[in-house]
């Protein structure tokens, strides 16, 4: 393996951009998927870090000793604090580009402080510009794995760990949403190398219907929002959804503004707007802050644009979207757009969408009765995608049998890991496939995705702050 010299971030952010042809439009499906997918919120840098960005060589396949194809990861690093021989503390990245916020200011940061650690920060393969192969064909994405992108973490560990100011150093590892799963397999996978991991909300139970999900972003509503904001996207929803199933579909269509191409009596397009609708809510659910009360004050404008449920929730719908004329939510175009992203090599959605349909599952569907946003997006809109996009091999059956697969080699919510601190906030949806309080977690009310990532502040509940010390504890004792 080979170290690229290190780059100072700020000289290199040119690097790695990738040239294609002309965007085809993202339709709003795929847009709400994107703003629940991003990675966590860039923090307030305080402090002039000294951040550099490098580049590894590594394995295009890590398992297979006869393919000898190499790639360039990026990662970037924090050295500001570190002594010879002081702790690594790694944050790992997930389904996003990284930057320097995440290894300049938070608990994470706070904590390498303490002990002199470095810091790093690892981009996962076929994210950011840490793209392995091109094009992103589906033939390609079979590189695509949580597997692989824990052995690039393992070998760029190695490859620094061959430096003498490195190699006495202990390993911690943190991650956030799915980098947190990966902070809880690779302390499962590679014990002798991670000394303990801290995960802040990790999905760890592989499934294709995760309905409970849209059931805690309904329950977010009602408890930081108000009974009549849940009340009123129930309400307006349930319009809607009769407006199709009475025939009345072109009604529908122009009460919520949508494009001239959508067809109402296609179910896929129909299960798509409706899917788009909970996306939205369910973007603002997953990453609220009840400190700001958040979803309080969304719902406040929901109320605002009318005193009709259905208008207030349409022209809610199009201020959020931010679209110039007509809401695009036909399936075909959602379809069209990632086949356009493999050819084109766009990166910004179809490698993790590859890893739901071949990994994970996690499809947010309208399968539960206790939630605001009706019942006409089932999973299977989700497992066509995977089949449309991605091909014969993404049969529902085999998609079961993938997730079957994750399942069995990790664990599920008892992944049997020492060292290991999982949190979940109370209110956040993906708590429901996530290690609870009988698994060891700990959970914290009222808050939701990747909410404890910050340092200690006085507006901190004081569960929060109990949590977050509790971090800074277990490190102090993983190390000793």
Known sequence: LVLWALIPLAAAASLGQTQGAAEPAVSAFVQSLHQMHRGPPAREITTRANVQQGWISQKLDNFDANN?????????????????????????????????????????????????????????????QSIPIKPLSTANLKYQSVQQALADVINLIKTLKTQAKYKDSKVLVSGCSYSATMAVWIKKLYPDIILGSWASSAPLDAKVDFKDYMRIVGKAYRQLGSEDCYNLIDNATAYYEDLFDEGKGKEAKKLLNLCSN???????????????????????????????????????????????????????????????????????????????????????????????????????????????????????????????????????????????????????????????????????????????????????????????????????????????????????????
């Open 68 to 128: 000898t194809a190499k790639w360039y990861n990026r990662y970037l690093i924090n050295e500001d604090y570190f002594r010879s021989g002081s702790p690594i503390f790694i944050y790992l990245g997930g389904e996003w580009e990284i930057d320097a916020s995440s290894i300049t200011s938070g608990l994470w940061v706070d904590i390498a402080k303490e002990h002199n650690g470095s810091l790093l920060y690892t981009e996962h393969r076929f994210f950011g």
């Open 262 to 480: 959508f067809d109402v009596n296609n179910e896929r397009d129909i299960w798509q707007i409706f899917s788009t609708i909970a996306n939205i809510f369910a973007g603002f659910a997953q990453y609220q802050s009840p400190a700001n009360k958040d979803l309080q004050g969304h719902c406040i404008n929901l109320r605002s644009k009318s005193d009709d449920d259905a208008t207030a929730l349409s022209l809610f719908l199009q201020e959020k979207l931010e679209w110039p004329s007509c809401v695009n939510t036909r399936y075909q175009g959602s379809v069209d757009y990632y086949l356009w992203a493999q050819a084109n090599n766009d990166n910004s959605d179809i490698p993790w969408t590859y890893q739901t349909c071949s990994e994970f599952g996690w499809f947010q569907g309208s399968g539960s009765s206790r939630q605001p946003f009706g019942s006409s997006f089932p999973s299977t809109l989700y497992t066509d995608i995977c089949h449309d996009v991605f091909g014969a091999n993404f049969t529902l059956p085999k998609i079961q049998g993938y997730i079957d697969d994750t399942n069995a080699e990790f664990g599920g919510i008892y992944p049997n890991a020492q060292n290991l601190y999982m949190t979940h906030g109370g209110l956040d949806p993906w708590s429901k496939v996530g290690a609870g309080a009988l698994q060891g977690a700990t959970i914290i009310p009222q808050h939701s995705h990747c909410s404890d990532l910050g340092s200690i502040r006085k507006s901190d509940s004081a569960e929060l702050t109990a949590s977050k010390k509790k971090v800074k504890q277990l490190v102090r004792q993983w190390l000793q």
